[in-house]
């Protein structure tokens, strides 16, 4: 099997495909593994030739910033494909809250990660312990997932099936927290911000607990609970944002493709942190594509750790 890479308005050889002109530019084998950052995904139009052959078709502004990285030998295709966009998240969370790539000069240097042992928890995990913070707190919702946390240095697992979630909290960081990384929503939000310490950062990236869950999606009365809960979200006063010195930021990867230079910066140091091993894939699971169902009860359930690879 190879890969053509074909890019618009290079100056390399001229093809046509399905009547459009193109240039092609590369070619490699898939034994040269590449990674990719997953918001290129959304500028490739990737069509598959012929049963051997698959044709990625990049538009020609973002050919010179987004480059394929080349896979590090300690990993896996299945763990390359894991992780790019949980890694990109995890750094840009870290840098909107002041930890990359200066390092704070802030006193308190907590920080407190909810669901922890997922993909990009585990990532901030590491990554909190690469830049420095302490102590870093990871939180998860099943004792099962406490040994994980603790493997990858986690310096406290609160697991909230067993333990009051702030009580543990506070006892981990009486000073409170520099950084709460929130994908939770409405049900951990307001406590997260009122555990930030002075100068600290809520940074929300995800709404999992406003969401439906499992086969109750379908029914009308958990789209009406979604509504209540969404009504309850907490409401931030600026006033309050600027007499307690806290902020809160939010984003969403997905919506990245024009921040080139970031993005490459983000991928850049991953894979520096990859290829020096400090680094690790969060822990996958791999499915074929005919258990997709499977996979998908299995992140509904809550008991996945790390990430989900299928197979096609």
């Known amino acids: ?13 001229h093809c046509n495909l399905w009547g ?4 092609l530019d590369l070619m490699w084998r898939v034994s040269s593994k590449w990674l990719l950052p997953v918001m290129d995904l959304g500028m490739w139009e990737i069509k598959s030739l012929e ?36 890694a990109l998240t995890a750094l840009y969370a870290l840098q909107l809250a002041g930890h990359f790539p200066q390092e704070s000069k802030g006193r308190n240097r907590a920080i407190l990660i909810h669901s922890a042992a997922g993909g990009v928890g585990s990532m901030l995990v590491q990554m909190s312990k690469i830049l420095g913070l302490s102590p870093v707190v990871g939180v998860v919702g099943k004792s099962s997932k406490v040994g994980f946390l603790s493997s990858l240095g986690c310096d406290v697992v609160i697991d909230k099936s067993t333990q009051d979630l702030w009580q543990a909290a506070r006892e981990a ?28 950062r809520l940074i929300v990236f995800g709404f999992h607990s406003n969401l439906p869950m499992g086969r109750a999606a379908l029914s009308p009365l958990e789209w009406i ?17 600027t007499v307690s010195n806290k902020s809160v930021m939010g984003f969403n990867l997905s919506f990245f493709e024009k921040e080139v230079d970031l993005v490459s910066l983000l991928f850049d140091q991953v894979c520096e942190w990859l290829e020096q ?14 258990d997709i169902g499977e996979a998908h009860n299995l992140i509904m359930s809550g008991k996945s750790v790390g990430k989900i690879v299928i197979r096609t």
Request: aromatic share 8%.
């Open 1 to 13: 099997m190879q890969i053509a890479v074909f890019v618009g308005g290079c100056t390399k050889a």
């Open 20 to 23: 459009f002109p193109l240039y």
């Open 51 to 86: 049963s051997h052959c698959l044709v990625l078709i990049v538009h020609e502004s973002y050919y010179q910033v987004y480059k394929l990285r080349k896979i590090p030998a300690s990993l896996s295709f299945e763990q390359a494909a894991a992780l790019p966009a949980v």
């Open 173 to 200: 960081s009486p000073d409170g927290y520099a950084a709460i990384m929130d994908a939770n929503g409405v049900s951990t939000l307001q406590q997260s911000y009122d555990h930030l310490a002075p100068t600290g």
């Open 225 to 241: 609970r979604m509504a209540v809960k969404m009504s309850s979200m907490p409401k931030f006063d600026p006033m309050d944002l």
């Open 277 to 290: 091993g400090k680094l690790t894939c969060p822990r996958i699971v791999e499915m074929d594509m005919k």
